[in-house]
C-alpha cells in the first residue's frame, strides 16, 4: 500500500504527460496541389518560341518544364488561368509538362507530357501523274492526279482537298478544259509549313 502510495502519483502522471501529449499533437496531414493542365496543345511549330497556357488551382505558383529543366515559373490569376510566353524550342522533339503548388499543400503531381515538334522545314511534293508538260487526249475531261508528300500534311489540288493514305499517297480527280491546263498543287505540314508545285497540262477532248 505504501509502494503504491509512493508510485502512484507518478505513475499516473506518467501516463497523464503522454496522454495530454497526444491531444497536443497537431494534425501534418497536407493536401496535395492539384495537377495542372494545358489549354492550348500543339504538334508542331514552325515558330522558335511559343506561348504555352493552362489552368491550375487559384493563386498557385506554376512552374514550367521543357526538356527536363525548369525554365519559368508564374503565378495563376483569379480564374485559375496561367500563361508562359515566349517558351523556346530545339529542332525536333520537345518534351513539356508543368506542376503546381498552393500555399499549405504539396507540390501536385507533372501534369500530361507534351510533345511539340520545332520544324522549319517544307513538305517535299512529288507529282507521280501526269507527268508536267504531259498531253492528254480523252472522251472523259477528269483526269487523276497522283502524287506523294514526305510528311502528313494537307495538300490541295486546284484549291481541292485530296485525302492521303498512311504513305503520303494523294489523288485528286480534276476537270479538264481543252486546251492548257495549270495544276497547282499545295501542301501544309502540321507546322504550318508550306510548299507548292505547278504543272501544265494539255488536255484534247475526243
Same mark, same amino acid.
Given at each position: 500500500?505504501?509502494? *503504491? ?11 497523464? !504527460? ?19 493542365? !494545358?489549354?492550348?496543345?500543339?504538334k ?38 496561367f ?30 507530357? *507534351?510533345?511539340?515538334v ?8 512529288? *507529282? ?10 480523252s472522251?472523259?475531261?477528269?483526269? &487523276?492526279i ?22 503520303g &499517297? ?10 492548257? &491546263?495549270?495544276?497547282?498543287? *499545295?501542301?501544309?505540314?502540321?507546322a ?15
Amino acid at each position: 500500500i505504501l509502494g *503504491l502510495q509512493f508510485f502512484g502519483p507518478k505513475v499516473f502522471s506518467i501516463f497523464g !504527460f503522454f496522454s495530454l501529449d497526444r491531444f497536443k499533437k497537431k494534425d501534418s496531414t497536407q493536401f496535395q496541389t492539384q495537377t495542372p493542365f !494545358f489549354t492550348n496543345t500543339v504538334k508542331a511549330s514552325k515558330e522558335k518560341f511559343i506561348k504555352i497556357s493552362g489552368a491550375a488551382e487559384i493563386d498557385s505558383s506554376v512552374k514550367l518544364f521543357v526538356n527536363g529543366p525548369e525554365v519559368k515559373e508564374t503565378k495563376t490569376g483569379g480564374d485559375g488561368t496561367f500563361i508562359f510566353e515566349g517558351i523556346e524550342l530545339i529542332e525536333g522533339g520537345n518534351l513539356i509538362f508543368a506542376k503546381a503548388n498552393a500555399s499549405g499543400k504539396t507540390e501536385s503531381q507533372k501534369s500530361e507530357t *507534351l510533345t511539340v515538334v520545332f520544324d522549319i522545314k517544307k513538305p517535299e511534293i512529288q *507529282l507521280i501523274s501526269p507527268v508536267n508538260g504531259q498531253k492528254i487526249s480523252s472522251v472523259d475531261s477528269r483526269v &487523276n492526279i497522283k502524287g506523294k508528300v514526305n510528311e502528313q500534311s494537307t495538300v490541295t489540288v486546284n484549291s481541292h482537298q485530296s485525302v492521303l493514305d498512311s504513305d503520303g &499517297n494523294f489523288s485528286s480527280l480534276i476537270s479538264l478544259k481543252s486546251g492548257n &491546263n495549270t495544276i497547282k498543287i *499545295l501542301a501544309t505540314d502540321l507546322a504550318g509549313n508550306e510548299s507548292s508545285i505547278s504543272a501544265n497540262i494539255e488536255f484534247e477532248k475526243r
